[in-house]
T-cell receptor, first 114, second 114 residues
Framework: KAGVTQTPRYLIKTRGQQVTLSCSPI?????VSWYQQTPGQGLQFLFE???????NKGNFPGRFSGRQFSNSRSEMNVSTLELGDSALYLC?????????????FGPGTRLTVT | SQQGEEDPQALSIQEGENATMNCSYK?????LQWYRQNSGRGLVHLIL?????REKHSGRLRVTLDTSKKSSSLLITASRAADTASYFC??????????????FGKGTKLSVIP
């Protein structure tokens, strides 16, 4: 079974621009979560999608948004980029069943804002 | 906000020795998961322990969970240079098929010296 894939792997953008990151979950996984990792704040939850609906959102400004498609693939968008948005963005998928299960992470997209 | 706190922040041992990392958390949980991250890459899932379990083994890994003390430990036996990585504990406080959101600690940086 293929793992979680994220594209692109690396991205360099300028302040004020916007960016879209993509995530394809493991086949059969319908929950997709996004996390931001920075040296200062560590790993922080951005949002989670299930069946094309955002079920939960972390404490991030409205510039951060996302969506999920009918095939469970997800995208996240950051508008009006700031230097502080430079981070590793990780996507994770999980099999939603009666018992709560582990989340499987992709390799991440490293975003650098200059 | 960070729920888990790993201890120690950094650990350096010789190959063949055992490594023990601890994690404390604040709220009731459904399960606790341990992840490994090599040098800014994606997170690799190691082991999940549910709130009604006290101990779990997987290969050279042993995880314990004490819900009364809100703490967990990860033991890696007979360490190898390839175990050099950052290790994170993550708590899942959700229930049933509700939203998936992991809360991570800041991690323990393990260095295994050949």
């Amino acid at each position: 079974k293929a793992g979680v894939t994220q594209t692109p792997r690396y991205l360099i953008k300028t302040r004020g621009q916007q960016v879209t990151l993509s995530c394809s979950p493991i086949s059969g996984h319908r929950s997709v979560s996004w996390y931001q990792q920075t040296p200062g704040q560590g790993l922080q939850f951005l949002f989670e999608y299930f069946s094309e609906t955002q079920r939960n959102k972390g404490n991030f400004p409205g510039r951060f948004s996302g969506r999920q498609f009918s095939n469970s693939r997800s995208e996240m968008n950051v508008s009006t980029l700031e230097l502080g948005d430079s981070a590793l963005y990780l996507c994770a998928s999980s099999l939603v069943f009666r018992r709560r299960n582990e989340q499987y992470f992709g390799p991440g997209t490293r975003l650098t804002v200059t | 906000s960070q729920q888990g706190e790993e201890d120690p922040q950094a650990l350096s041992i010789q190959e063949g020795e055992n490594a023990t990392m601890n994690c404390s958390y604040k709220t009731s949980i459904n399960n606790l998961q341990w992840y490994r991250q090599n040098s800014g890459r994606g997170l690799v899932h190691l082991i999940l322990i549910r709130s009604n379990e006290r101990e779990k083994h997987s290969g050279r890994l042993r995880v314990t969970l004490d819900t009364s003390k809100k703490s967990s430990s990860l033991l890696i036996t007979a360490s190898r240079a390839a175990d050099t990585a950052s290790y994170f504990c993550a708590t899942d406080a959700g229930s049933g098929a509700g939203s998936y959101q992991l809360t991570f600690g800041k991690g323990t940086k393990l260095s295994v010296i050949p």
